[in-house]
């Protein structure tokens, strides 16, 4: 199971009835924040979720409304006696820029650790997330994420038995393990069924519709995508601020046939999101324009309740 | 006039009910803050006062609750196309940590100028203000501030015609300026009375009680103090931490005759701040617990409406 938690809406600046966008994701007792503008944690605490079991921050560039939340949520974190290290993740300059950001947060009781994106694509495995970086089209160097739980096979109970396998082992063959018996060899693929669907969640704010994001949304349970401008007439400033209409949104949603869009990054301008969606809804129906705390939780598909 | 607005009055963490210790004054067109921690600029925005006009902003010290919201605060008095200089005033360090913080808001259409505390007690005269800064005693090096409004005497017509000075200079003279014309000069002094009372609030956040504390508190229209922890038994902690319960904070009121008192920066673990209120009026009755968006409009005396 994943909870998704979109924890505000907003782009550019916060404002008093808006947060700014930022996604939490958590999954067997680990989460994983995508962005932190400024109040961030207030919004995750407007939500009653807890910042400290926050093992992975991941940013997607480093405009001040995504990441200037940080210094402040750091500092409740180590408040709430955090003690396990903290991975960040992002674009080239991470360390320069969370260091420079530490000036006033320079005493923490738990460790960070960077990694810095060098590709335009790249994996990571981080616990129960695999987590996947790609490169988008914004005025700075900026990535989109994908997080999946993944889902191993059936355990094969008849195979096992057949290949006789002790069942002293069938459980650490479970957990992908492999073992070693004197001169026998067993593998995790002896026994395991096919992997199964697991959870999948698409994000990207700030960037042009990009093939990168068709890629990674392509059949997710839910994207998350920005929309600064509701109006179709905005298109040209959408181009010029390297930033998306609603619609282009929903067409990028239909062409990588995700299963659920959401909406985000709304510019201060736009006061009434809601307003633009039947547009968007004959592009793409299963579209909801994102609200603050807006969450949802995602089942493998068999575990739906 | 002085407007008056404490726009949080939280300590070391915003809260989804409360917001960060800020205090906002306006007077004649500029508007000068002290403190600006994560979401300031919302608070800001959610009392309908504009960020733009903001001419000086004053430090108390770098520790995140009190500096954090200055970059997303730049990026919007940045939007709504500042061009005017702004002026940062703070404690030694001041433009180590803002050039940092300004790593995520390098583009500012409006030119940063500092001025950084070197002494113990300054006084600067900028435009309408007059801002004393005074050492306080916090666990790192940081400051009170009092802000003025002076108020020149009045103009003694009958003297000034006595003097037979020309009327053309009658104006340029009640403005301050000295005048020669030919063998004669005419000072200020000549026509002016006796300086009148002004409007001055006292503020300081993170200390313990100082004596240059009382000294600029003495007898201000206004004195904005903090109060971390409301039970007195909670004064050794505040000690430790340097912090003042409400009840130092009511004695200092009552050693420098305020005419009122604002407790403020109150512990995230302080919720009712109201239930303390009894015992802190027993000590200096014109006491009141600070509210996030509190806020008085400040006269001369015989403008009082």
């Known amino acids: 199971m994943l909870d998704v938690c979109l924890l505000g809406t907003g782009g550019m600046m916060p404002l008093p009835y ?26 995750l605490k407007e939500k009653g979720w807890s910042a400290k ?37 992002g674009p080239k300059g991470l360390e320069r820029v969370v260091g420079a950001l530490r000036t006033i947060a320079p005493e923490l009781p738990f460790e960070i650790q960077y990694h810095e994106i060098k590709e335009a694509e790249e ?42 396998i002790p069942k002293k082992y069938w459980n650490r063959l ?11 060899r067993y593998t995790p693929e002896m026994v395991m069924g096919k992997t199964r669907r697991g959870i999948h969640v698409a994000y990207c704010t ?12 392509k059949d997710v349970d839910l994207f998350i995508c920005e929309g600064m401008y509701g109006e179709k007439e905005k298109e040209a400033k959408a181009k010029e601020y390297k930033h998306m209409t ?17 909406l985000t990054h709304f510019s201060p301008s736009l006061t009434h999101p809601e307003e633009y969606m ?21 089942y493998f598909i068999d575990e739906e309740v």
């Not at 808006?18 to 919004?43: F, K, N, P, V, Y």
């Not at 479970?174 to 026998?184: F, H, L, P, R």
């Not at 700030?206 to 949304?217: L, N, V």
């Not at 039947?278 to 579209?287: D, L, N, Y």
């Open 278 to 298: 039947e547009e968007v809804r004959k592009i793409f129906p299963r579209a909801k324009a994102g609200k603050d705390g807006m969450s949802t939780e995602l």
């Open 18 to 43: 808006r947060w700014l966008t930022a996604l939490m994701l958590r999954s067997q007792g680990s989460s994983l924040l995508i962005d932190c503008g400024e109040g961030t944690q207030i919004a």
């Open 206 to 217: 700030d960037t042009r519709p990009t093939d990168s994001i068709e890629k990674y949304a």
């Open 174 to 184: 479970q957990k992908g393990e492999t073992i070693v018996d004197g001169e026998q």
């Open 53 to 89: 079991p926050i093992d992975v921050i991941c940013f997607t560039h480093y405009h001040a409304d995504h990441i200037s939340g940080l210094p402040g949520l750091l500092l409740t974190m180590g408040n709430a006696e955090r003690k396990e290290p903290l991975l960040l993740i």
């Open 123 to 164: 994996e990571l495995r981080i616990g129960t997330y695999v987590i996947y970086a790609y490169r988008v089209n914004h005025n700075i160097l900026c990535y989109g994420y994908k997080v999946s739980i993944l889902r191993a096979g059936k355990f094969q109970l008849e195979q096992a038995e057949q290949l006789k």
């Open 246 to 262: 609603f619609g282009e949104a929903a067409y990028l949603a239909k062409k990588a046939q995700v299963r659920q869009l959401w």
